[in-house]
């Protein structure tokens, strides 16, 4: 099977585990094949299929930390998975099966450090890790300061990706995009490493 390698994506990462509190899983991504993320792609259906390809680690597509926090994780014992379902509208916002556990990651659009945690802690422990997506650029997330608004604040960055840290077992890592010049771009990923994160993604676009 070829590397899964979407034309503007690409991804690096290394192992922090000493950085870790004693506890905390550890997501290898070293000699991994990654799916990446994509928007309206990455469900559970593709992402099995990808798995069954080859693929060791899968992204879900983006979900807004406002959806998630009005969502409850039901068991959906007619097709065997797990959901997190939207209180009030019933609409599926994620869904995932013990086919995938230890393989998916979950891609959370958020603002917001506190908001970002109580999301996280709702599917934490039904994925393989927590993902921030510091990439969008699309005026949805722009406008929500989510996506690649973050990229502009670094003390934001910090304060989502330190809390999540501290507060779950479960592994967090994030995506960004290149900013206009390679030094700094190198600059944040440094700022990003030292909150600890398992893994860092950069949309090389």
Do not use: W
């Amino acid at each position: 099977m070829p590397r899964i390698k979407p034309k503007d994506f690409c991804c690096f990462a290394s192992t922090v585990a000493a950085n870790m509190p004693s506890g905390c899983q550890k997501m290898e991504y070293e000699d991994k094949l990654v799916l990446a993320p994509m928007v309206r792609v990455g469900t559970l259906p593709f992402r099995l299929l990808a798995a069954q390809y080859g693929a060791d680690i899968t992204y879900g597509e983006e979900i807004i930390d406002h959806k998630l926090v009005k969502c409850e994780r039901r068991i959906n014992e007619c097709i065997g998975c797990t959901d997190f379902v939207e209180r009030g509208t019933e609409n599926v916002v994620f869904r995932t099966c013990h086919e995938e556990a230890g393989r998916v990651v979950f891609q959370l659009g958020t603002s917001d450090a506190v908001r970002a945690l109580t999301s996280a802690e709702i599917v934490c422990k039904d994925v393989a890790a927590i993902d921030i997506n510091m990439g969008c650029p699309k005026s949805f997330s722009i406008s929500g300061g989510m996506g690649a608004a973050l990229l502009t604040k670094p003390e934001l960055i910090h304060d989502i990706m330190t809390t999540l840290k501290r507060n779950l077992t479960t592994p967090v890592t994030c995506k960004i995009r290149l900013l206009k010049s390679s030094q700094d771009t190198v600059e944040l990923a440094r700022q990003i490493e030292r909150t600890g994160i398992s893994a860092l993604a950069v949309h090389g676009r």
